[in-house]
């Protein structure tokens, strides 16, 4: 598809399991960003990409969250020992270029429910 | 702190009645802000960019406008499917990092 594509879109989990939430850019987007929404709540940043390199991670709640685009092109956000707390849906943007003058498109985002 | 702040939370519109909704910000450096507009289980969508106070930027019914220290959207003779939470946000930082306010959720009746 041209969009962003974020999978699975739901995502239930018992606490303390770890879950693995993807995001397929759209191709050629260098920028890629995870943002974190609460219910009505606006995003907030996560963790930001330049191609393979993580350049700004400084929005992960813990340690226990953890992201990756090994090949700069697919990324992996990953939550370890999930807590009640981690649910909220995680929404993935890319963009075009680096400098922040391209508009970020967003996903639909997982929605992530931890019981 | 830097904050993005929207107003109002909520607005029920008859179809056709102009409104404007408020997105004031406070931060050192403003590099961009942008309007993003999401629908109820999607992501959000998006609609403009606007750098310099003064600048204006118009896309059917929605005008969206800069000053030093706020951006409104204005919605014209708004339809019922201008219906969907209307988010605010700032962006600081070169590489495009932004800073997203709570949002305002439009309600149009027919």
């Known amino acids: 598809g041209a969009g962003v594509s974020q999978s699975p879109r739901y995502k239930v989990a018992k606490r303390g399991q770890d879950v693995a939430l993807r995001c397929d850019p759209i191709s050629g987007h260098v920028s890629l960003f995870w943002y974190q929404q609460a219910l009505g709540q606006g995003p907030e940043f996560l963790t930001y990409?330049?191609?393979?390199?993580?350049?700004?991670k400084s929005g992960l709640p813990s340690d226990r969250f953890f992201a990756e685009r090994p090949e700069g092109s697919v990324s992996t956000l990953k939550i370890q020992r999930t807590q009640q707390e981690d649910s909220a849906v995680y929404l993935c943007?890319?963009?075009?270029?680096?400098?922040?003058?391209?508009?970020?498109?967003f996903g639909d985002g997982t929605r992530l429910s931890i019981l | 702190e830097d904050q993005v702040t929207q107003s109002p939370e909520a607005l029920r519109l008859q179809e056709g009645e102009s409104s404007s909704l408020n997105c004031s910000y406070t931060v050192s450096g403003l590099r961009g802000l942008f309007w993003y507009r999401q629908d109820p289980g999607k992501g959000p969508e998006f609609l403009f960019t606007l750098y310099s106070a003064g600048e204006e930027k118009e896309k059917e019914r929605l005008k969206a406008t800069l000053t030093k220290k706020e951006s409104f959207l204005h919605i014209t003779a708004p339809k019922p499917e201008d219906s969907a939470t209307y988010l605010c946000?700032?962006?600081?930082?070169?590489?495009?990092?932004?800073?997203f306010g709570a949002g305002t959720q439009v309600v149009v009746t027919p």
């Open positions: 946000a700032v962006q600081e930082r070169s590489w495009g990092k932004l800073q």
């Open positions: 990409f330049q191609n393979e390199a993580q350049l700004d």
């Open positions: 943007a890319s963009s075009l270029g680096t400098g922040g003058e391209q508009p970020q498109h």
